[in-house]
Every structure is written in structure tokens, then in C-alpha cells.
């Protein structure tokens, strides 16, 4: 793939997926049809150029492609004979909604795999592998559960939609707030592997996380609840730290140790203004909650100078709206910076303990730092050995493994 194909295919190849499935009609061609259009692309552009709209020329291929494949096809399966006329008599018209024309069908495939005539798992696991593009082994590893078992799962949620003619489309105003739950859970979803990858050489996938601004944006003038600019502003803040997060080598940053004038101060100011007009509505849920809890991070000048005690109480109403073993745990690391390590690393224990977390590596990293920032060296390589065990993503891995190298340093110096 040359240089500029390989640049449109991480740019803009989910959102042509996302066209192609709605004009198709189906997961398995449009994914066929999106590999054609780019053998295409790679073929043909290096000697015609790279067309002015990019996605809209692989949109077209990529159509006209599975109509051709399907009328070879229907020599030997009559029933395909009528597919390939309907699909080739032209573009599907785009949606409307109350008088207005959304033409984004990346919103709409997440509304799509969200439907409520899907299992909530499927829903999850489907729009990680069509709206993200993750491998079904890297879903797997998200969901802590065997590949073959979500292999199964996207199976049968495509093949429901198929059966069940689910539209592609965004439903109606009246039936958005039913279904707003579930699409800012997956967005957030597609937002968390763009902002921490779960795997892969880089901590980051800007693609994804742009994405998922992208889409936050396009809900919140949709449909303007509390909630959805509360995630808005939730990733906006996120993501304003981007270029704080890793060195020039790509090695970790920790937040403490961040460069604060590298943070984004345009996206800082959006994501505070969204959260003040969240909080303003007294409808507040766990996204506004995480969001104001950002915003305090995003407006202190440094670690020391952040308002650790309201963060301990933003978490403490957190855990009340949305209680979760990884809750507990942010809230134990903020606790560690009010009152002390020793004060964090008990109520990390306590999570610990009951199992929920033994497999997330973040859990064994923040108790390992705790146990070193108390001089506990031995325990803390325990964890950070733990945590080294269950980590996929390189730069983390790095990290890790850098802090490993200094315990190891500190004990033989010791000597």
C-alpha cells in the first residue's frame, strides 16, 4: 500500500465502511467491497493521482465493485439478480430527521449495532469491530473473554440485523433519549481505544479518538442532554493532553510528571464551558461527574496545586451514580494524593482482594507506585511485575519495564 493510500486507509476507512453498509445493506459485502475499492486505490492512484474527495471515490468503487461481484455471483444464485438491480440503480438518499438532512453514517451504523433487538454485548462488541476496526482478538481482550466466543457474538449480531431488517438510520427524536445510553457508552468506547490503545506499538490512535469527538459533536447538536456534552467534554479535556502524554521516543508521561504548556488550552476551554452547562442543568450523570473531574486537573497549574479534595468528593458522588471496581480505584489514587500513599495503597488492597481487578494491569501499576513511593521496593517489582505480565500495549510496557529497571538499579546499589 503507498504512503498516501496507507494515510486516506487510517483516515477515512471506517467512515467509507459505515457508507458502504448502509447502501448495501450488508456487514460481510461492504467489508469486501472496502478491501476491493482500496486494492483499486492502490493500483490506480500512483499513476492518476489521488482523487479530490478521497472517500467519496472509494465509496463508489467499493459499490460498484460488490454490484459486479454480486451479478457474478447470481449466475449461480438467482435470488442475488434483484439485489444487484436495486443496488445498481442508485445512491440510497440521506436520512431525514425533523426536516433536517444528517448525512453522517458512521452515527448512524453506531445506532445501528445499538439497537435494542441486539444483545448488549453483541451491540458493544459489534461497534468495537465496524466503527473501531479492532481485531476481534483485541475486542477479546477488552471483554477478558476467548476470541471464538465474540467472533460469535458479531455473527450473530449481523446476521439479526440481516434477518430482522434493522434499519441504518438514526431513529426518530422521540426514540433518541431511549437509545442515548448505549451510543455514549460505545463512542466512549471508541474515544478510550484512540486515547489509551489497547495494544500496538503506539499509547495512541488519534484516528479513533478524533473519531469519537467527531461523533460527540454531531449527538450533542442532535440531541443536547446533559449527558453527551458531558462526554464531549469529557474526551475534549482527554484528549487535550495528548501531546503531554508521551515523549518525543513515545515513552510514557506520567500526569504528574506532564509538561502543562504542551496541554491543548482551546480544547481545555471548550471542555470546561460544556461541563459548567452540564453541571448548570442538575441532570448530572457519570460522564458530567468524570468530566469535572477532569476539568479540575485541566485548570491546576501542577499535581501539588490541584484541588485533591474536591476531586475525592467529585469520585465520592461518582461512585454513588456509577459504582465500579476501576471507580474505586481512581478514587484510591486520588485519595493517595490528599492523604498520603500509605492511605491509597490500603484502600488499593482492599480492591485487590476481592478479585475484581487481578487481571487489570493499571490496578497492580498504581499499587506498585504506591509501594514505591513508600520505599517498598520488593513489593512494588511484585507489582510492577504483575502488571508487566498483563500488558499488551508497548509504551506501556516500556514504562514498566522502566520503573523495573530502576527498582533493580536501587536494590543493587544498596548492595
Known amino acids: 500500500m503507498t504512503d498516501e493510500v496507507e494515510k486516506v486507509f487510517r483516515s477515512e476507512s471506517r467512515r467509507v465502511l459505515a457508507t458502504l453498509i448502509r447502501l448495501l445493506g450488508d456487514f460481510d459485502l461492504a467489508e469486501e467491497a472496502l478491501q476491493e475499492a482500496f486494492a483499486a486505490a492502490v493500483e490506480r492512484w500512483p499513476a492518476e493521482g489521488v482523487p479530490r474527495s478521497p472517500r467519496a471515490w472509494l465509496v463508489s468503487t467499493g459499490r460498484f465493485k460488490a454490484i459486479d461481484a454480486l451479478r457474478r455471483r447470481s449466475r449461480f444464485d438467482a435470488s442475488l439478480t434483484l439485489l444487484a438491480e436495486q443496488l445498481g440503480s442508485g445512491i440510497t438518499a440521506p436520512l431525514e430527521i425533523d426536516g433536517e438532512i444528517l448525512e ?25 469491530r465496524e466503527v473501531c476496526g479492532l481485531t476481534t482478538e483485541e475486542i477479546a481482550s477488552a471483554f477478558l473473554s476467548p476470541a471464538p466466543t465474540i467472533a460469535q457474538r458479531i455473527v450473530r449480531a449481523k446476521n439479526k440485523i440481516k434477518t430482522a431488517k434493522i434499519p441504518y438510520l438514526v431513529p426518530s427524536r422521540a426514540e433518541l433519549p431511549e437509545r442515548l445510553a448505549t451510543v455514549l457508552h460505545v463512542i466512549y468506547l471508541v474515544f478510550n481505544e484512540g486515547y489509551s490503545a489497547s495494544s500496538g506499538t503506539s499509547l495512541t490512535r488519534h484516528d479513533l479518538s478524533s473519531e469519537a469527538i467527531r461523533l460527540a459533536r454531531n449527538l450533542v447538536e442532535l440531541l443536547p442532554e446533559p449527558e453527551a456534552m458531558g462526554l464531549l467534554a469529557l474526551m475534549l479535556l482527554h484528549e487535550s ?38 453541571l448548570r442543568s442538575r441532570n448530572i450523570g457519570p460522564y458530567t461527574l468524570q468530566a469535572a473531574i477532569s476539568a479540575i486537573h485541566a485548570e491546576s497549574k501542577s499535581a501539588a496545586e490541584t484541588d485533591w479534595q474536591e476531586i475525592v468528593g467529585l469520585y465520592d458522588v461518582l461512585l454513588r451514580a456509577d459504582p465500579s471496581p476501576v471507580v474505586e480505584l481512581n478514587r484510591a489514587v486520588a485519595v493517595a494524593m490528599r492523604d498520603g500513599p500509605a492511605a491509597g495503597l490500603s484502600l488499593i488492597d482492599s480492591i485487590l482482594v476481592r478479585g475484581e481487578l487481578n487481571d487489570y494491569a493499571l490496578a497492580h501499576s498504581a499499587r506498585a507506585e504506591l509501594c514505591r513511593r513508600l520505599g517498598r521496593s520488593s513489593e512494588a517489582r511484585e507489582a510492577y511485575e504483575r502488571a508487566l505480565s498483563l500488558t499488551q500495549q508497548e509504551a506501556q510496557r516500556r514504562f514498566v519495564e522502566s520503573r523495573l529497571d530502576e527498582l533493580r538499579a536501587a536494590a543493587q546499589t544498596a548492595c
Open 104 to 128: 453522517d453514517d458512521t452515527l448512524r451504523l453506531i445506532f445501528t449495532c445499538c439497537h435494542p433487538g441486539l444483545q448488549s454485548d453483541a451491540q458493544i462488541a459489534l461497534t468495537l
Open 241 to 278: 493532553r495528548r501531546h503531554a502524554r508521551t515523549t518525543s521516543d513515545g515513552a510514557v508521561v506520567l500526569l504528574d510528571d506532564q509538561d502543562r504548556s504542551l496541554w491543548n488550552t482551546e480544547q481545555i476551554s471548550e471542555g470546561v464551558a460544556l461541563v459548567e452547562r452540564a
